[in-house]
């Protein structure tokens, strides 16, 4: 009996110790860490317009209106709903998938004056795996520029400069494609009314 009493007084306090190590301490080290050698991305990576925060950069957001550059589709919730974060899990055969991505095509090509015939990025017409990808290829947003040129009747040559210069490269020189933010290059766009 008494071994019994002594094994379960150890196995509480290693139960105490391990909590208040890896509930409270840990925790509270990593956070620390975070805000000392990263704090704009630990805070979420939040941008700001006029003082008021208008997006992560690191979370897509819905755009409408012919001004703006458009984001990938998004599968999650009624669109980029971060709760509801997740992929449509249509897979390649599926006629749902093929039967979506078609009219994307059409309604993309149709909103960007392109020929019937023309080359639509894959970005362009599925969504992520998230459903909340901050980004698009460089030829989707080459594809936009001429619209959003026409809509804010800037040159064209403008716009692409701004693609130029918010444009991020592959990770580590190798992983992905380049890309751009679509939320930072719009918010560029806006600055230079």
Request: charged share 20%; glycine share 10%.
């Amino acid at each position: 009996m008494k071994d019994i009493i002594k094994e379960l007084r150890t196995a509480g306090l290693a139960t105490f110790f391990l909590a208040i190590i890896l509930c409270c301490l840990y925790p509270l080290c990593v956070w620390g860490l975070g805000q000392l050698l990263y704090p704009h991305q630990a805070d979420g990576s939040l941008l700001t317009e006029a003082g008021a925060v208008v997006g992560s950069s690191l979370i897509g957001q819905g755009f409408i209106g012919q001004e703006y550059f458009h984001p990938r589709p998004s599968a999650a919730g009624a669109g980029y709903d971060a709760a509801a974060s997740g992929g449509s899990n249509l897979g390649p055969l599926s006629k749902k998938l093929l039967d979506m991505a078609a009219q994307r095509v059409a309604a993309y090509r149709h909103e960007n004056g392109l020929a019937r015939d023309a080359l639509v990025p894959a970005d362009a017409v599925t969504a992520s795996g998230s459903g909340l990808d901050p980004h698009i290829s460089l030829q989707n947003a080459l594809l936009q520029a001429p619209r959003i040129a026409q809509a804010r009747n800037i040159s064209l040559e403008s716009v692409r400069k701004k693609i130029q210069e918010h444009s991020e490269g592959r990770d580590l020189l190798v992983f992905g494609e380049p890309r751009v933010n679509v939320l930072m290059l719009n918010m560029s766009l806006n600055r230079t009314r």
